[in-house]
């Protein structure tokens, strides 16, 4: 019996079940210690500049792709568990978009990062597990759960992978993503096509899409399916119930992808997460 039948098969109760189990694992996750909702900063670098940030200790200054950071004096911060006792510079390659290193103050995360396609490529983010909006995560708010949005799918991988250039959640960022199949399906009797994305990590697929909810009910600039494109003959459905919000719905310090425009469904997908409160 196909994934797709299966699912079609289970009682209604137990599919909201686990729908709902699914959800409140994803949330816990999502509100972890040093996820996304600790960030309190993001504070980019300009080359030949040094910045201080409020909310850790020391400086931070670029020379090309060296950004070397200079503790401040009588703070104990750690590197990879060791203490920093003096300035230490971190190097990347010219054309790599990387989470570079963490600097540790006390419980407090200085992540220093690189994002190509804007005018100042380093940035520090400043993780704080007590920042408000970890804090005060209540959930993510979300369409009830409906088999309607289970719909048969078939995967298409490419035969050779290409780069797609797409908007970024900060209007002076644009993130480049390697294309590797599509997704070919109906909504309410039309057909449909949903281009997929390398994930992030082996054998997944990412989709990022925007439909007739975006930027009403759900947030405006994509929602995002993930799932594993390791056996692409053995992928026979779509479940937009486990549509999840990017991280830059709920934090204005996130640098995410959006969806092309190719991904926008002419349809408003009633299923998966809602606009976080």
Not at 112 to 123: E, T, V
Request: proline share 6%; with cysteine.
């Amino acid at each position: 019996m196909s994934t797709y039948q299966q699912i079609k098969e289970l009682g209604d109760d137990q599919f909201v079940q686990d729908w709902r189990q699914w959800h409140q694992d994803k949330d816990e996750r999502f509100a972890s210690e040093y996820g996304f909702l600790s960030i309190t900063s993001l504070n980019w670098l300009k080359d030949g500049n040094t910045i201080e940030v409020s909310d850790f200790p020391g400086s931070w200054s670029q020379a090309g792709d060296t950004v070397t950071y200079t503790p401040a004096a009588g703070k104990v911060v750690t590197v990879n568990n060791l203490p920093l006792g003096g300035p230490r510079g971190f190097i990347t390659e010219p054309a790599e978009d990387a989470n570079v290193v963490v600097v540790v103050y006390r419980d407090v995360h200085a992540e220093l990062i690189k994002r190509l396609g804007g005018p100042n490529q380093y940035a520090v983010r400043v993780r704080n597990p007590q920042a408000a909006k970890r804090v005060n995560f209540k959930g993510t708010p979300a369409f009830e759960p409906s088999k309607r949005w289970v719909v048969p799918a078939t995967y298409k991988p490419y035969t050779e992978v290409s780069d797609v250039t797409v908007d970024a959640s900060l209007d002076y960022l644009n993130h480049v993503e390697q294309a590797i199949g599509e997704l070919e399906f109906e909504l309410e009797g039309k057909p449909q096509r949903l281009v997929v994305f390398q994930g992030h990590g082996d054998g997944q697929g990412l989709v990022l899409f925007r439909d007739g909810t975006s930027g009403k009910e759900s947030y405006g600039g994509a929602r995002v399916l993930t799932f594993d494109v390791s056996e692409p003959e053995s992928i026979d459905h779509i479940d937009f119930n486990r549509a999840t919000n990017l991280p830059c719905a709920y934090s204005e310090y996130a640098t995410c992808p959006l969806a092309p425009a190719s991904n926008r469904l002419d349809v408003a997908v009633t299923a998966g997460e809602k606009l976080p409160a």
